[in-house]
């Protein structure tokens, strides 16, 4: 089918019908390569710890989204790398239906480019994603090649995101950059603060509370040789017939 068709075939279709449910799972191809999985797996848990506290979000990797009109499995389906919906129950799901999650698509879509998919992710599933899904917040990465763009739907037209001074790109619908770090796709905060994992926060918690536990020795160290000053002091002004208490 082509994209002309598929376009197509959507128009005229309400996008307020809620379709009879139904119970589909994932059917996505194997990932390209181990660092593909290591760079959906890295964004799932750095944007699941910093969302620990919300209920109301759902993000995935490699799942498929279903949004046949009729609820056919067989036509109609995407899988992007990593997707983000908003307003939404956080819960598990085998796959993302649209018909079965009142007719919602994600705000955020990231796809990681290869040889075999990039042609297909800046073309084809750019303008599915633009027209079709609507998807608020569209990127692209190659982490090999480090290629990184990003862009945004405006008046029903994605347009090219305009990078920081340091080389990222604003989610809007996530308010959050997202910029490449030590070769890897990560998100960043408003101001600029690296969005850690769950195991890197516990790290530099620990450094922290060593830190502290450092300076405190620290300090105590330099009270005990304080006091040991003042009373070698003492012991010479005695050795002097004067008292240090009078002094």
């Given at each position: 089918m082509t994209i002309a068709q598929e376009l197509d075939d959507q128009k005229g279709i309400c996008e307020d019908v809620i379709f009879p449910p139904g119970d589909l799972y994932s059917d996505e191809p194997p990932l390209e390569s181990e660092l593909h999985l290591e760079q959906i797996m890295l964004l799932l848990k750095c944007l699941k710890w910093l969302w620990r506290d919300k209920n109301d979000f759902y993000a995935a990797g490699n799942l498929t989204i279903y949004y046949s009109p009729r609820q056919r499995k067989s036509e109609y389906f995407r899988g992007p790398d990593f997707f983000v919906v908003l307003g939404t129950e956080r819960k598990t799901r085998k796959s993302w239906v649209v018909w079965e999650e009142d007719g919602k698509y994600p705000n955020v879509i990231l796809e990681i480019l290869s040889d075999s998919t990039a042609n297909t992710d800046k073309n084809l599933k750019k303008t599915i994603y633009q027209d079709t899904f609507r998807t608020p917040d569209y990127f692209w990465f190659d982490p090999y090649t480090q290629e990184f763009a990003g862009f945004h739907l405006v008046d029903g037209e994605?347009?090219?995101?305009?990078?920081?001074?340091?080389?990222?790109?604003?989610?809007?619908?996530?308010?959050?950059?997202?910029?490449?770090?030590?070769?890897?796709?990560?998100?960043?905060?408003?101001?600029?603060?690296?969005?850690?994992?769950?195991?890197?926060?516990?790290?530099?918690?620990?450094?922290?509370?060593?830190?502290?536990?450092?300076?405190?020795?620290?300090?105590?160290?330099?009270?005990?040789?304080?006091e040991q000053k003042a009373e070698r002091l003492a012991e010479k002004l005695r050795e002097l017939n004067i008292d240090p208490d009078t002094i």
């Open positions: 994605y347009q090219p995101l305009q990078a920081s001074e340091e080389g990222y790109l604003w989610s809007h619908q996530l308010g959050l950059y997202l910029g490449v770090y030590q070769g890897l796709l990560r998100f960043f905060t408003r101001d600029g603060q690296l969005v850690p994992t769950l195991e890197e926060a516990t790290e530099q918690a620990e450094q922290k509370a060593e830190q502290a536990e450092q300076k405190a020795e620290q300090a105590e160290q330099k009270a005990e040789q304080a």
